[in-house]
């Protein structure tokens, strides 16, 4: 084993997670390699990643997809037709920082790393 590439994988709690994949080729043939490959590696990571998560999940019954209360629900549709927090805030008539604290209660509940994560989950489980 010569070459590999790792993919950290951002939780939305803070901590991380690293996927590797390593193997045997010349360093010569590394650089074409890894521009081949390294985009189908990194959905690959989260893909694997998701669901482990998801089995673990299962097993140790936890719970990670809560239902959304209306508003969170409301403000991730707005979020997957995207508009920004400030849009959001005028549409609802809120402050962008009610708007900003709805989001952040959605992605923890919805187990998601970031925006298109939370679009993703929300859309799995029939919330759009």
Same mark, same amino acid.
């Given at each position: 084993?010569?070459?590999?590439?790792t993919?950290?994988?951002?939780?939305?709690?803070?901590?991380?997670?690293? @996927?590797?994949?390593?193997?045997?080729?010349?360093?010569?043939?590394?650089?074409?390699?890894?521009?081949?490959?390294?985009?189908? @590696?990194?959905?690959?990571?989260?893909?694997?990643?998701?669901?482990y998560?998801?089995?673990?999940?299962?097993?140790h019954?936890?719970?990670?997809?809560?239902?959304?209360?209306? +508003?969170?629900?409301?403000?991730?549709?707005?979020?997957?037709?995207?508009?920004? @927090?400030?849009?959001?805030?005028?549409i609802?008539? +809120?402050?962008?920082?009610? @708007?900003?604290?709805?989001?952040?209660?959605?992605?923890?509940?919805?187990?998601? +790393?970031?925006?298109?994560?939370?679009?993703?989950?929300?859309?799995?489980?029939?919330?759009?």
């Amino acid at each position: 084993m010569s070459q590999g590439i790792t993919v950290p994988i951002h939780h939305h709690s803070g901590g991380f997670t690293a @996927v590797s994949a390593i193997g045997s080729t010349s360093d010569a043939d590394w650089p074409l390699l890894f521009r081949q490959v390294s985009e189908l @590696v990194f959905v690959t990571a989260h893909r694997f990643h998701d669901r482990y998560f998801d089995l673990y999940a299962s097993e140790h019954g936890e719970n990670h997809t809560a239902l959304l209360s209306a +508003r969170e629900s409301e403000i991730i549709k707005w979020v997957a037709y995207g508009k920004t @927090v400030p849009e959001i805030a005028i549409i609802l008539k +809120r402050s962008p920082e009610t @708007v900003k604290y709805h989001v952040k209660n959605a992605y923890t509940k919805l187990g998601a +790393r970031n925006r298109g994560h939370a679009i993703s989950q929300a859309a799995k489980l029939g919330l759009l």
